[in-house]
């Protein structure tokens, strides 16, 4: 379906055309929400000695774990971010990682979680009166988009306001629709149990700074990969621009929307950024080039500067994208709790599963057709390998079926 008119949407195979265009026309410097004061102390500058080992031994180890061998590009040098991953977002392979499983405070890419959980919820065009109790409990200092009492908005509004704004206040009302804050917490600690993203304690819904509300660029990334199934988290996180009431409201992800200092990055299309006293700065991001499709996430990079958590992110994504198919993994995401091995992967044995040397847990198996829903939103996991052409509105779709990314939609889109 066609994006409603004033909404941009900025999508995978992205043209070259397309993006020097957009580089050219990229916003003024936009104003980022003030970090809220924290009533939590901040973490340990240090990593554990050991971590989880969920996805492969090497990700539990503190420091840079990555294979480097003859053809394979030098990581970048001026990398301060406490914690990274970078990932192929279709095989699941880890590429390379720094303290993968360093439990951070995550700001509000805990919102992808959030999403995930509930976005199969309620219809985009369900409408919702809020109540001055719907508004209850924000935190001081929280990013709003700005949701008035009294006021009627769709679902879709809501999600808009999440995605693109950040807004504290939409997902205080989306979690009152799901019967409140306690309730939509359960949910999403459930969903984070379910994905097997057992770095994650939620606290609050939003990703505010909450005593014991950690997860990790890991964890993270799971719940990237798990949302990017629903076609609605797509479109939401993948929208530059769109009405909200009488107003026009743009996407803080600075590699989506662009920057004065940081370019519109080619292939982007989504996810989400964050940024909180405790937390720092945080980002996860998924893009797309030459039929290769990666995830990155980087957590509180030590330099602050100006958007240093994008430049660091399109580091290492220009990395990842140099290093695809060069580079042995040294681990995996690993996917969903209820996503059973086929019999034909589970005689597969280890040939199924990353390069050698990744300490994976075996084979990477290809779910059957699982839908998953409620708390579990683990959405379709189709056990269709290669790749279907869908023409739409004179775009090119390319629609990846591997297992978990069944709909992830690549396509070649006009500016």
């Known amino acids: ?237 993948s929208t530059v621009s769109a009405k909200f009431e009488s107003r026009e409201i743009r996407n803080t992800n600075r590699l989506l929307s662009g920057d004065t200092d940081v370019p519109v990055y080619q292939g982007i299309a989504g996810v989400k950024n964050g940024n909180t006293t405790n937390a720092g700065a945080t980002f996860t991001g998924v893009a797309e080039r030459n039929g290769k499709v990666l995830l990155v996430t980087v957590m509180n990079p030590q330099k602050h500067e100006h958007n240093e958590v994008y430049k660091e992110s399109a580091k290492l994504f220009d990395w990842g994208f140099q290093a695809a198919g060069k580079v042995n993994a040294v681990g995996e995401l690993v996917p969903p709790k209820s996503a059973a091995p086929s019999p034909a992967q589970s005689g597969a044995g280890a040939s199924a599963g990353p390069s050698a040397g990744t300490g994976g847990s075996g084979s990477r198996p290809v779910a059957g057709a699982t839908t998953g829903s409620g708390s579990r939103g683990v959405g379709i996991a189709a056990a269709i390998t290669g790749g279907v052409l869908v023409l739409l509105a004179g775009a090119a779709f390319l629609i990846n079926r591997r297992w978990p990314l069944p709909d992830l939609v690549r396509r070649r889109s006009r500016p």
Request: glycine share 8%; net charge neutral; proline share 9%.
């Open 1 to 237: 379906m066609p994006a409603p008119k004033k909404t941009g949407r900025r999508s995978l195979l992205v043209t070259s055309a397309a993006l020097l265009s957009l580089s050219v026309t990229a916003p003024a410097a936009l104003a980022a929400p003030t970090p809220p004061a924290s009533p939590s102390a901040s973490p340990s500058a240090t990593p554990p000695a050991r971590m989880s080992t969920v996805g492969g031994e090497r990700l539990g180890q503190p420091g840079t774990q990555v294979n480097l061998a003859p053809g394979v590009p030098v990581l970048p040098k001026d990398l301060t971010a406490r914690s990274w991953i970078v990932s192929d977002a279709e095989s699941g392979e880890v590429l390379a990682a720094h303290n993968a499983h360093w439990r951070l405070p995550p700001a509000s890419t805990l919102k992808m979680l959030f999403a995930d959980t509930l976005l199969p919820r309620f219809p985009r065009t369900m409408e919702h009166k809020v109540a001055p109790a719907d508004l209850a409990g924000m935190g001081v200092g929280s990013s709003v988009v700005g949701i008035k009492e009294g006021h009627t908005y769709t679902v879709r509004d809501l999600w808009l306001g999440v995605f693109l704004r950040s807004g504290n206040d939409a997902v205080h009302v989306l979690s009152a629709m799901n019967d409140g804050v306690a309730q939509t917490v359960r949910d999403m600690q459930n969903h984070a149990d379910e994905l097997q993203a057992l770095d994650t304690h939620v606290v609050s819904p939003d990703g505010y700074d909450e005593p014991g509300q950690l997860s990790s660029a890991y964890d993270l990334t799971l719940f990237a990969r798990s949302g990017l199934q629903k076609k609605d988290f797509r479109d939401y996180c």
